[in-house]
C-alpha cells in the first residue's frame, strides 16, 4: 500500500506553537497527510526513479499512454545543428530511437524505441531514487543505500568512474547510475533492458 507524502500545509504547520491554529484543525491534517491513495498502484514512486523510470510515464509504456499520463504531449528534445541535420538524413533510425522532454518533469529525457519508452533518465541533483540517493551523492552512499544489490562495473569514459546497476527482480528493468572519478553519481536512470544498459541513449 501506497501512502502520500506528507501535506506541505502540514510540514509548515509542525513547527509552530501556540493560539495560532485551532486544536481541531490537527486530527484532519494527520487524516489527510497518511489515507492511503485510490489510484491503481504502479511500479515506482512518483517522483523518484527506480527500475522503471520516473512515475508517471514509465518504461514499457507507449507514447500515448504516456502522454495521457502526464497530461501533456512529450516535447521532441531540441538538437544542436550538426546532430540534426544528420537525423534529418538518416530518418529511418530517427524514428527508431529518438528522444523527447516533459515540461511536466524538467530535466528529465525519455528515450522512445519505435513509439514505446525504453527509458527515462537526468542528471538533474533535484531527482533521486527510491532508496533516496540523488545525482551528486556519492558512490559510497548509493552502496549504503542498495548493498549486495548493487553491480558495479568500470566506466569505460573515466578512469575510476563506475556504471552501478540494480535489477529488477525479474531482470528486464534496472535502476543505472553513473559515477564520475570523483567519486559522484551523475546520472540516473531507469528502464528496460538492454536500452537502460547503454551509455548512450540511442546505440
Not at 74 to 79: N, S, T
Not at 149 to 161: E, I, V, W
Not at 178 to 185: F, L, V
Request: aromatic share 8%; hydrophobic share 40%; glycine share 8%.
Amino acid at each position: 500500500m501506497r501512502y502520500r507524502r506528507a501535506h506541505p500545509v502540514l510540514h509548515t504547520l509542525l513547527p509552530v506553537t501556540g493560539p495560532r491554529f485551532p486544536t481541531l484543525a490537527w486530527p484532519a491534517l494527520l487524516l489527510a497527510a497518511w489515507l492511503p491513495t485510490t489510484h491503481a498502484a504502479t511500479p515506482p514512486t512518483a517522483g523518484r526513479f527506480s527500475f522503471y523510470g520516473l512515475a508517471p510515464a514509465v518504461a514499457g509504456l507507449d507514447r500515448a499512454k504516456a502522454e495521457a499520463a502526464l497530461g501533456q504531449p512529450l516535447q521532441p528534445e531540441p538538437l544542436p545543428a550538426a546532430r540534426a541535420a544528420s537525423a534529418a538524413a538518416g530518418a529511418a533510425g530517427a524514428a527508431a530511437c529518438q528522444h523527447r522532454l516533459s515540461p511536466q518533469q524538467p530535466g528529465v529525457r525519455y528515450t522512445l524505441t519505435g513509439d514505446v519508452i525504453t527509458r527515462i533518465e537526468t542528471r538533474d541533483t533535484r531527482y533521486a531514487t527510491v532508496s533516496g540517493v540523488h545525482v551528486g551523492d556519492t558512490v559510497t552512499q548509493a552502496q549504503k543505500a542498495y548493498g549486495k544489490r548493487l553491480n558495479s562495473a568500470p566506466h569505460p569514459y573515466f578512469a575510476q568512474g563506475k556504471v552501478l546497476t540494480v535489477y529488477s527482480p525479474d531482470r528486464k528493468f534496472a535502476l543505472v547510475m553513473e559515477a564520475n572519478d570523483q567519486g559522484r553519481i551523475i546520472t540516473l536512470r531507469g528502464g528496460r533492458l538492454p536500452e537502460v544498459g547503454w551509455l548512450e541513449g540511442c546505440s
